[in-house]
């Protein structure tokens, strides 16, 4: 496998845990519950792009928000990776959405762009992940990356409905599960470069 083949690939297993997939689904089917799935959809559409323009704006930000500050990328590796591990734990443990607001196409920002599918923990790794790539080549395949995890997300939500027939509420919990154990490694693989790097 080429180079920027191998790239594109790992970023986009990253990304794609990053985003929460399962967990978001599950909110999602929750908060969207009583309406109707013509207007579920526009919900799931509008909610893919805001996540898109949200994830690139941060992936774009990191090297002039660490620049403006005066933070070292190492010290935000550990920061982030550290806020990473919280989020894993809470994903393993189990976490309860209990918004249920009168319009439904009013969630589609907030809370289900920012803090459910990127929130404090995903931020801070999108703005490492951007600022570690400093050739062209790297934030071009990035950023196509970020593109197919956002809307592999997007998929799932516009599949929902049948996802959660097939495997029940209990799967999408096992799964969400499952994508807090190899958050909490991405945490930990994160805070062990920033770790070394900064004592090298």
Partial sequence: MNEPSHLFISTYIRLFFLLTPFFVLSV???LTRDIP???????????????????LVLYFLGNAIFSVFGITLDAFRVGAGALLFLSAVDLVRGTEVTVRPD????????PLAIPITIGPATTGALLVMGAEVTSVWGKIVGCSALLAAVLSV????????SIERIIGCTGLRILSKLTGLVLAALAAQIVFTGVRNFLA
């Fill in 28 to 30: 999602f089917l929750s």
């Fill in 37 to 55: 799935p013509a207007r579920r959809r526009t919900v799931a559409a509008w909610l893919t792009f805001d996540v898109i323009l949200i994830g």
């Fill in 103 to 110: 319009d439904p196409d009013s969630i589609t920002v907030v």
């Fill in 154 to 161: 997007g998929m799932l939500l516009f599949l929902g409905t």
